[in-house]
């Protein structure tokens, strides 16, 4: 079963890193998953939250920087602590034939925590702004998300089931943030709050 498992993984992977490229995708994927392509998106959302809820701001952006820090630290010091899975340059089945588009990291690879992250952020958007927005609107986040995790996988950083289980557990540590925030910290349209 494990073996059946590792040989879809490594199956997808050649299919994304390897046969489903462009030359234009080759640009857009590292600047996908680089952090600080995204800056502005945050700078949006505390804009938003100041224009929108600026009582409970701080305590918001608390929650918010408390989901990153726990996708953060559970996936990277506990998972890949804990399976030692090598990274798709490193691994002999994979290693001739990885398209690196981003230098080897060093880090192991199970699970993505860039997948965890950008999962536990956007599950925590997704049930902290449903006050504001139609849930069908939130679901943008995953798209996001799902397009941060595509591109490790494209760039050679991870193998697809690497990105599935930090999508998983980046999901249910944003479910148990969120789901604080909304007993706790339910937000309220400002002009709602005087």
């Known amino acids: 079963m494990l073996n059946s498992l590792i ?25 996908i998953r680089n952090q600080f392509t995204w800056v502005p998106v945050y700078f949006f959302l505390l804009s938003f939250g100041y224009n929108h809820f600026r ?4 305590m918001w952006v608390g929650l918010f920087l408390l989901t990153f820090a726990l996708t953060d630290l559970i996936s990277s010091q506990i998972f890949k602590a804990y399976f030692e899975r090598p990274r798709p340059c490193w691994e002999i089945a994979t290693q001739a034939q990885a398209r690196m588009l981003i ?6 690879s199970f699970v993505s ?24 609107n939130l679901s943008v986040v995953y798209v996001w998300a799902g397009m941060v995790g595509l591109a490790q996988v494209y760039v050679g950083a991870h193998f697809p089931g690497d990105v599935v289980g930090g999508g998983i557990l980046g999901i249910l540590i944003g ?20």
């Open 7 to 31: 040989e879809t993984d490594h199956y997808l992977f050649r299919l994304i890193n390897q046969e489903w490229t462009h030359p234009w995708l080759d640009v857009l994927m590292p600047i």
């Open 113 to 136: 925590s860039h997948a965890a992250n950008h999962f536990g952020i956007s599950t925590f958007l997704f049930i902290t702004l449903t006050p504001f927005f139609r849930r069908r």
């Open 175 to 194: 479910i148990g943030t969120g789901k604080l925030s909304a007993l706790y910290l339910p937000l309220k349209p400002f002009n709602a709050q005087s």
């Open 103 to 108: 230098p080897c990291s060093h880090a192991f």
């Open 55 to 58: 009582r409970q701001l701080l």
